[in-house]
């Protein structure tokens, strides 16, 4: 206490500095691009937003800034799930069709057709094929995808029917 009553500028200080620390702590949360689908998509997009699990692979669900019903997440680093993108352009290359892309192949889990694509960051990414909407999933380098397909498999069956996207 007698810190303070030799220094009076100690207390102004200090309350300083707890605020300035307070307020520019690192925001760590997740972005992601909010995919823009025409509103048939969009539907089911909602829909499968709605019925999306509270935990994948273990991990609670913190969705990705900014906030839609279009992205979703899992964990930090995060599993991103974006609905309504565009199809990926490998979706249509007769080298991973014929297995010849060391890079992507398609694969099914679940029940859910999935183009798997490993990326130069190590990430990999999982696009939906056979159904009205594009859903794709990223999950960051390092982790098992296995659990994450298998835990969003039931939602997607539930919510974007079988068939061929725009």
Partial sequence: MDFFRRRPFALPVLALLIVVTGCSSADDSASAAVPEPDAKTTKLCRKLDAALPAKVDGL??????????????????????????????????????????????????????WL?????????????????????????????????????AAAIKKTVPEGIAN
């Fill in 60 to 113: 609670g669900r913190e969705d990705p800034e900014p906030r839609s019903a279009l992205t979703a997440g899992w964990g930090s680093p995060a599993i991103i799930l974006r609905c309504g993108v565009v199809r990926p352009p490998k979706m249509t290359d007769p080298k991973v069709a014929t297995g010849a892309d060391p890079d992507a192949v398609g694969g099914e889990v679940n029940g859910v057709g």
């Fill in 116 to 152: 798997m694509e490993k990326r130069d960051d190590g990430s990999s990414r999982f696009t939906t094929s056979s159904r009205l909407a594009y859903v794709e999933v990223t999950v960051p380098a390092g982790r098992d995808t296995s659990g994450v397909l298998v835990d969003l």
